[in-house]
C-alpha cells in the first residue's frame, strides 16, 4: 500500500511536471526574437506575399493562444507538427536524430560511469595517496575541461588517424555488410564518445570518492575489519554498493540530459544527432522542431528522475513520502 | 563566411548566381583520366531536396547538378545553352523562345522535353502565391509558358523583364511525370514531397544517396544530354564545423572543400593541397539606419555630412589585412567588380581619414563633449551597433574593433549587440525601421545587378531591406533598368543607381571578401564560376574535374 501510494504520487507530480514543460515549450521559443518566416521568406525577390503564405501555412497567423490548443491538441493525438525549414513530420526527424545519438551518448556515458566508479573507489581506498591525488586531480582537470574545447583538440590530435566528422564513411554506395558497418560507426564514435566520455567521468568520481569516504567510515566497515575479512572484499562487496546510492540520482539525471546534452559535442563532430538537430533549428527559429526537440528532453529528464526515486525508495527502506 | 541573415537564403540562390571564371565545359580534350569519386566537404547543408521547400546553398547547387536549366553561365559572365541549346527574344521583349534539347531523356528513360520545362514554369505560376512562393520571384511578370512542341519552350511576359536568363537561370526544371501529382487541388502537396533518393534526374549527375546532415552522393547520368562527366560519382559530405571538414580534408578523407576560412589558408598550401583565392560577389557592410522617420533620439544619422564622415572613417585597409588577412579587397559600390561590366569602376573605396572624417562632423555642428564623445542634437553620439552571428567570432569582430577604434578618436562611441540571425533581422525592422542605429552585416548579390538593387526599394521594406532607405526618384530608376532591353541602356541606369547608393550612403560598404576553396592534387580541370566551383551557376566545374 505504501508503494502504490509513493508511487502514484511521484507518477502524478511528473505528469503535472510534463504539461508545464510542454507549455513552457510552446511560450519559451515565441518569445525569442526573431521568425521563421522572416528567415525562410529571404530568397531574392521574395515579397510580402510570400511572407503571408509562410505565416498562414506555419499557423502563425492565429493568436497564440490558439496555436498553442492547436499544439496541445495535436500532442494528445501524438503528432509533433511539422517542421517549418524542413517539411516533414517532426517526430520523423527527432526519431531518427536519436536514433543516432543515442548509441554514441550510451557508450561515452557507460564508459564514464564504468572509468568513474574505479578510480573513485580506488581514490577513496587510497586516501592519500599518490594515485588517489593522480585520480582527483585528473578528474578535476578533464571537469573543468570546456566540452567543444577537448573535442577540438581531440579532433587535431586524432586527425588522419580518426575520422573527422560524421557517423560512418559516407561514400559508401550500396549496403555495407552489417559487422562492416557497425565497424565503421563505431569507428567514427571514438572520438566523440570520449570527448563525453572525458568530460564526465569526472563528477562520477569527485562523487563516489566522496561518498565512498563516507561509507569507509561507518561501523559495519569497522565490523567487517575486525571480523578479518579481506580490504579487497570489504570495499567491493560492502562499501561499494552502500557508496553507490548518491550515483543513482546523478546518472538519472546525465542520462536524462542524453537528448540535448551532447550538442556541442555535436556539433565539432558533425555526428547528425538530436543536439545537432536542435542547434539548427535554434538558428532557424523552426518552432516545431525546437517543441518536439525540448519536450523529448524535458520527458526524459522527468521519466529518469521519477525511475531514480522509484529504484532510491526500493533500494533505502529510509525514504518515504 | 556564412552570408547574413536576411541573405542567409540569398547565399543559397545566390551563389548560384555569382558567376565568372569557368571553362568551357568537358575537360580540355586530350586523353584524361575517367572515372573516380570526388569527395566534397561542405560546412553547410541541405534542407530540402524539394526545390519549393529548399532554401539553403547546398540544395540550390545540388539542382544544379542534377536538374536540367534553362541557361548557365560561362566564364566571361555570359549565358550559355544548358537544356536550352538556343533563344529568341521577341522585339518588343515580351515573348522569349527557347529550342531546347532534342531526344534528351530524364535518368529513368522517359522523355525530357520542352513540356517538363513548361509544366514548371507554370506550376510555380499557379501556386505562386502559396506552396511555390519561394520560387515566385523567378517568374516575376511572367504570363505563362508553352510548350508547342517537344523542343520548343515559348514564355511570354506582362511586360518587358530586362533580367529574364537571369531568373530563368536558377529554376531546375522538374520532371513532370513524378511532380504532377503533387500539382492538384490547392498544391500544398508540392510541399510535403520530400523528393526522397533516389532521385529522377536529367542532369550531368544523378542523385541515388541522401543521408540528412551527413551526405549526398551522385552518380553519373548515362542520359545526360550534355558533356558527360569524367568522374564516375560525386559526394558532398556535411561537416558542423569548419576545423571538422579542414581536418577531413588534411586527412585524406576529403578531396575538396567548398569553402576555406582564410586563417585556414596557410596550413593548406604547406601542406600542398591547391587552394583558390578568388574575386569573390560578396561584400561586408556598416549599415546607417536611413529612415526619414527613425527616432528623433537619432536622427542625426540622416545628415549626409555625419554619414560621410563614418565613411572616411573606416579604414577598409586595415579592415582587408587584418580581418581577411589579405584575402580581398577594399570595398565601394553594393555591386561587386566580381560581376564583370554591372560594376561601377568611377565608384572607388573611400580614402580613409580621421582628420577629413573629423572636419566632417565639426562642420555638421556636433560639438566633442567632456568626455571625449561628440555631442549631436543634445545627446551623445554614441550607437548600438547591431552584430549578427554572421559577423562575429572572427571577421566581424575583427572589423568592428578597427572601427570602433577610429570612430572613438573622432568622438563616435559604438556599442556592439551581438545577437542571432533571425533576431538582429528583427531588431532592424523594429518598429518600422525606427529603433535601430547602425548595424553590420554582408551580401551574396547575384550576377545580375536586379535583386541586390531591389534591396533598397520602398517595396523590400520588411523583406529583405535592412537600412530603411526609402526613396520614389531610386525605386523609379529601380524599375526603369529592370524594363531596360538595351543592355547598354540597362548599365547606365545601373551605374546610376550605383552612385546614388554610394552618394546617400545606406551602405557603407567595407570590403570584398574572396572566396577560397581547396582541393587535393589528386584532380584537375576542376574550374570556378563565380570563385567556387559547387555552385548553382553552371554545370561545367563538375563536367570538367578528372583524376590528375
Known sequence: MRSADYVIKRGFFALVTIFVAITINFFLFRILPGSAVSDLSRVPHASPKLQHALTVEFGLDKPKWQQYLIYLKQLFHGNMGVSFTYQQPVSHLLLADLKNTIPMVTVGTVAAILIGVFTGVLSAWRRGSAPDHVSTHTAIFFYAFPTQWLGLMLLILFAGTLPAGGMSNPFVLGTEPFWQHIGDVGIHMLLPAATLMLTAYGSYTLVVRSSMLETLGEDYVLTARAKGLPTRRIVWRHAVRNALLPMITLIALELGFIVGGVLLIEVIFSWPGIGLAMYNAIGERDYPMLQGGFLILAISVIVLNFIADLVYFRLDPRITL | ?548
Open chain 2, 1 to 548: 563566411m556564412s552570408g547574413r541573415v536576411p541573405r542567409l537564403l540569398l547565399a543559397a540562390v545566390a551563389v548560384s548566381m555569382v558567376a565568372t571564371a569557368c571553362g568551357s565545359g568537358g575537360a580540355g580534350g586530350g586523353s584524361v583520366k575517367e572515372g573516380g569519386l570526388f569527395r566534397l566537404g561542405s560546412a553547410s547543408s541541405i534542407d530540402s531536396l524539394n526545390p519549393f521547400v529548399a532554401f539553403q546553398q547546398d540544395a540550390y547547387s545540388t539542382f544544379e547538378q542534377i536538374y536540367p536549366m534553362l541557361v548557365q553561365y560561362n566564364a566571361k559572365l555570359q549565358f550559355v545553352g544548358d537544356f536550352a541549346r538556343s533563344w529568341q527574344e521577341s522585339p518588343d521583349g515580351r515573348t522569349w523562345t527557347f529550342h531546347t534539347q532534342p531526344n534528351a531523356k530524364w535518368s529513368d528513360g522517359k522523355p525530357l522535353t520542352a513540356a517538363d520545362a513548361a509544366w514548371t514554369f507554370t506550376t510555380i505560376l499557379k501556386f505562386q502565391n502559396g506552396p511555390t512562393a519561394n520560387s515566385a520571384g523567378t517568374t516575376a511578370h511572367m504570363a505563362s509558358a508553352t510548350a508547342p512542341n517537344a523542343t520548343t519552350l515559348v514564355v511570354t511576359y506582362k511586360q518587358p523583364v530586362a533580367n529574364v536568363l537571369s531568373q530563368l537561370q536558377q529554376v531546375p526544371i522538374l520532371p513532370e511525370h513524378i511532380w504532377a501529382k503533387y500539382a492538384t487541388g490547392n498544391g500544398k502537396a508540392l510541399t510535403t514531397f520530400a523528393n526522397p533518393a533516389p532521385i529522377v534526374s536529367g542532369g550531368p549527375f544523378k542523385l541515388v544517396k541522401y543521408t540528412p546532415k551527413q551526405i549526398v552522393l551522385f552518380e553519373r547520368n548515362p542520359n545526360y544530354y550534355g558533356p558527360k562527366p569524367h568522374i564516375n560519382e560525386l559526394g558532398l559530405q556535411f561537416f558542423g564545423t569548419y576545423d571538422a571538414e579542414i581536418t577531413a580534408l588534411k586527412s585524406g578523407q576529403l578531396d575538396g572543400i567548398e569553402t576555406v576560412p582564410p586563417t585556414s589558408v596557410g596550413t593548406l598550401k604547406n601542406a600542398g593541397f591547391v587552394v583558390r583565392e578568388n574575386p569573390g560577389n560578396y561584400f561586408d557592410d556598416f549599415i546607417i539606419n536611413s529612415n526619414p522617420q527613425q527616432e528623433a533620439s537619432h536622427r542625426e544619422l540622416l545628415n549626409p555630412l555625419l554619414r560621410q564622415a563614418f565613411d572616411y572613417a573606416i579604414d577598409r585597409q586595415a579592415i582587408v589585412k587584418t580581418s581577411l588577412l589579405g584575402y580581398g579587397q577594399p570595398g565601394s559600390s553594393i555591386i561587386p567588380p566580381a560581376t564583370g561590366h554591372w560594376y561601377d569602376p568611377s565608384i572607388r573605396p573611400t580614402p580613409f581619414s580621421l582628420t577629413k572624417a573629423a572636419q566632417l562632423l565639426d562642420q555638421a555642428g556636433f560639438k566633442m563633449g567632456p568626455n571625449g564623445v561628440r555631442i549631436a542634437n543634445g545627446h551623445p553620439m554614441s550607437y548600438t551597433m547591431i552584430m549578427p552571428s554572421d559577423t562575429t567570432g572572427g571577421y566581424g569582430d575583427r572589423s568592428f574593433q578597427i572601427i570602433q577604434t577610429d570612430f572613438k578618436k573622432i568622438g563616435v562611441q559604438l556599442n556592439p549587440k551581438n545577437l542571432d540571425n533571425s533576431a538582429a533581422f528583427d531588431a532592424i525592422l523594429a518598429n518600422h525601421y525606427r529603433n535601430f542605429e547602425l548595424s553590420m552585416w554582408d551580401w551574396v548579390p547575384l550576377i545580375d545587378p536586379d535583386f541586390m538593387l531591389s534591396v533598397l526599394t520602398c517595396g523590400s521594406w520588411t523583406v529583405w531591406n535592412d537600412t530603411g532607405y526609402c526613396s520614389k526618384s531610386y525605386d523609379q530608376l529601380y524599375q526603369q533598368q529592370g524594363a531596360a532591353m538595351s543592355p547598354a541602356k540597362r548599365q547606365q541606369l545601373v551605374y546610376q543607381l550605383q552612385r546614388t547608393v554610394a552618394t546617400v550612403r545606406p551602405y557603407l560598404v567595407l570590403d570584398y571578401a574572396d572566396l577560397i576553396e581547396a582541393h587535393s592534387k589528386s584532380w584537375a580541370d576542376l574550374p570556378t564560376v563565380g570563385g567556387l566551383s559547387w555552385c548553382s551557376l553552371s554545370k561545367i566545374p563538375f563536367e570538367s574535374v578528372h583524376k590528375a
